[in-house]
């Protein structure tokens, strides 16, 4: 799984274009799972490139919680879903919802895979990438650069929000125990 953070993803979408331009992938898009050259492959191309980086960071957030914390709610006769619920999601709720914030901020910028994977059609498979590719590619670089600054706004806020949501609670900030 994690062998997608680790490939360059041109490499990735390659991989991805040959795997389901095989027998296996045509019978998968006769069943109705077609994603080559397909607006539906880019969620896929997205999924298969950013879905290791958050499961990475849900992890991490998720080997943070005191274990002990869990076995008191477990000794008090919490189920193993409860204790989840109400215990380990809320500790690293913060953290959980930076990990897919950041990794919705990393999907928006890739290229490489999609590219491969389903192409750059203008109003089909475009996406904001694809968008400045096609238009420095005809010359029109004040659409490059209106896409550019949008991702890079749009990047920055994202940035702000998982910084927000990672810092420290008020009472650590003030001194106390958070």
């Known amino acids: 799984m994690e062998l997608t953070l680790s490939l360059p993803y041109i490499v990735l979408g390659f991989a991805l274009l040959v795997m ?6 045509k019978a998968l898009a006769h069943a109705g799972f077609s994603v080559v050259f397909q607006p539906a492959g880019i969620v896929f191309a997205q999924m298969i490139v950013n879905l290791p980086f958050s499961l990475r960071m849900v992890r991490t957030a998720m080997a943070d919680v005191n274990p002990r914390m869990e076995f008191v709610a477990r000794t008090l006769g919490a189920s193993p879903f409860d204790t989840f619920r109400t215990v380990t999601l809320p500790l690293c709720r913060n953290a959980v919802i930076s990990a897919f914030v950041l990794t919705w901020a990393r999907g928006m910028g890739e290229f490489g895979a999609t590219l491969m994977l389903v192409g750059v059609t203008r109003m089909r ?12 590619s005809t010359g029109n670089t004040d659409t490059a650069m209106a896409t550019a600054m949008i991702m890079l706004l749009v990047s920055a806020a994202t940035l702000v929000l998982a910084n927000v949501l990672n810092g420290p609670s008020h009472a650590t900030r003030v001194g106390g125990d958070a």
């Open 20 to 25: 389901f331009s095989s027998p296996a992938g």
């Open 125 to 136: 498979t475009e996406t904001l990438p694809g968008s400045i590719y096609l238009s420095i």
